[in-house]
């Protein structure tokens, strides 16, 4: 007797539109099975993980940090071409299907309708991606970088989310693969050029990314809040409700973390940034056109001085500091140093 998946995935048509297209290359039964039959794996990796951020957050402290910015550069590079991979597979089906087939049918068809070709292949890939983006962390620590709470609690919580999701098969899991690629393939080659000499003239556009993953969750709410009201229609519905639920919630913390960062790096920061004292600019060249300017009104006032000197000196300087112009006074008192020690008039 066949199980209730391999009925699922057994099915060519749902209510008179195809879900398989004639060129099968990707069991996506097989990739539920196996995601379904090993949850250990995704179970000891996040425990792992949780374990290994302190220890290694520890032994940074006390041995030093580690010159990572090679390895960095390459891991993200890699993750952002495996990303952009991903886009190329996925995307194209997700809004090709969207358009033709509209928002229900990508919200509760049978999974197969994405998972037995090369796009199901790359949210299979998408799944265990989750396991070795992990790594971002390690990385970070061993920078000695700081590992906020959104850092951590996401890449453990999404990876257990993702293999739930391919174990059940839910119907909206190309929309999570699809935004998930889009997103990561720009913020991992972002995080790649960080790691080079060019990282002061991207980073303006961080706020961009930040602004899409915010995005990415609005969306993540969206489509599962729309397949569970489908469900609750009465409506046919492949969804697991345990999933819409955990998939709900975790996509809501995201968004408070992701806006928590929003608020705190470019709104709060740019109002402290307002408020604080414009830093003085101290260079060699800024010194030497002073010097230079000073002296040339120390040389003006000299001669100036040589004039009344004889007859209005004092009242002179007087009026001079009754300006309470830091500008002339300097001027002045070059002058008065270059006056008194000119041999002509037999003051040095």
Same mark, same amino acid.
Not at 149 to 164: D, I
Not at 177 to 190: D, F, I, Q, T
Not at 231 to 236: H, P, Y
């Given at each position: 007797?066949?199980?209730?998946?391999?009925?699922?995935?057994?099915?060519?048509?749902?209510?008179?539109?195809?879900?398989?297209?004639?060129?099968?290359?990707?069991?996506?039964?097989?990739?539920?099975?196996?995601?379904?039959?090993?949850?250990?794996?995704?179970?000891?990796?996040?425990?792992?993980?949780?374990?290994?951020?302190?220890?290694?957050? /520890?032994?940074?402290?006390?041995? /030093?940090?580690?010159?990572?910015?090679?390895?960095?550069?390459?891991?993200?590079?890699?993750?952002?071409?495996?990303?952009?991979?991903?886009?190329?597979?996925?995307?194209?089906?997700?809004?090709?299907?969207?358009?033709?087939?509209?928002?229900?049918?990508?919200?509760?068809?049978?999974?197969?309708?994405?998972?037995?070709?090369?796009?199901?292949?790359?949210?299979?890939?998408?799944?265990?991606?989750?396991?070795?983006?992990?790594?971002?962390?390690?990385?970070?620590?061993?920078?000695?970088?700081?590992?906020?709470?959104?850092?951590?609690?996401?890449?453990?919580?999404?990876?257990?989310?993702?293999?739930?999701?391919?174990?059940?098969?839910?119907?909206?899991?190309?929309?999570?693969?699809?935004?998930?690629?889009?997103?990561?393939?720009?913020?991992?080659?972002?995080?790649?050029?960080?790691?080079?000499?060019?990282?002061?003239?991207?980073?303006?556009?961080?706020?961009?990314?930040?602004?899409?993953?915010?995005?990415?969750?609005?969306?993540?709410?969206?489509?599962?809040?729309?397949?569970?009201?489908?469900?609750?229609?009465?409506?046919?519905?492949?969804?697991?409700?345990?999933?819409?639920?955990?998939?709900?919630?975790?996509?809501?913390?995201?968004?408070?973390?992701?806006?928590?960062?929003?608020?705190?790096?470019?709104?709060?920061?740019?109002?402290?940034?307002?408020?604080?004292?414009?830093?003085?600019?101290?260079?060699?060249?800024?010194?030497?056109?002073?010097?230079?300017?000073?002296?040339?009104?120390?040389?003006?006032?000299?001669?100036?001085?040589?004039?009344?000197?004889?007859?209005?000196?004092?009242?002179?300087?007087?009026?001079?500091?009754?300006?309470?112009?830091?500008?002339?006074?300097?001027?002045?008192?070059?002058?008065?140093?270059?006056?008194?020690?000119?041999?002509?008039? /037999?003051?040095?």
């Amino acid at each position: 007797t066949a199980t209730p998946s391999e009925k699922v995935f057994g099915l060519t048509d749902w209510q008179g539109s195809q879900l398989v297209s004639g060129d099968i290359s990707w069991s996506g039964l097989a990739s539920s099975q196996t995601s379904a039959g090993n949850w250990r794996i995704a179970l000891i990796a996040v425990g792992l993980y949780v374990v290994m951020i302190p220890s290694l957050k /520890g032994y940074v402290a006390r041995y /030093g940090k580690f010159d990572v910015k090679d390895l960095a550069f390459c891991w993200n590079s890699l993750l952002s071409i495996f990303s952009w991979c991903g886009v190329f597979a996925c995307v194209p089906v997700m809004a090709t299907t969207l358009a033709e087939k509209g928002l229900y049918f990508t919200c509760c068809a049978p999974c197969q309708w994405y998972s037995n070709n090369l796009c199901g292949f790359f949210v299979t890939l998408f799944i265990w991606s989750k396991i070795f983006e992990l790594f971002d962390t390690v990385l970070l620590l061993a920078a000695k970088k700081p590992v906020i709470a959104l850092q951590w609690w996401h890449h453990s919580t999404v990876l257990l989310y993702c293999w739930h999701s391919n174990s059940a098969g839910i119907a909206t899991g190309l929309w999570f693969a699809a935004m998930n690629y889009s997103v990561h393939s720009v913020m991992y080659g972002y995080f790649a050029i960080t790691a080079t000499k060019y990282r002061k003239l991207i980073s303006p556009y961080a706020i961009f990314i930040t602004l899409a993953q915010l995005l990415q969750m609005v969306v993540g709410m969206f489509v599962t809040i729309k397949a569970v009201l489908y469900q609750v229609d009465g409506k046919e519905c492949h969804v697991n409700r345990t999933n819409s639920v955990l998939g709900l919630l975790m996509y809501f913390s995201y968004f408070v973390l992701f806006l928590k960062l929003f608020i705190d790096n470019y709104v709060l920061k740019k109002k402290e940034e307002h408020h604080l004292p414009p830093k003085k600019k101290s260079s060699l060249l800024k010194l030497v056109r002073s010097t230079t300017r000073d002296l040339f009104l120390g040389f003006a006032i000299l001669y100036f001085q040589r004039f009344l000197f004889c007859c209005c000196y004092v009242h002179y300087s007087f009026w001079l500091f009754s300006r309470k112009s830091f500008f002339f006074c300097r001027g002045w008192f070059c002058g008065f140093v270059l006056f008194c020690r000119d041999p002509c008039l /037999g003051f040095a």
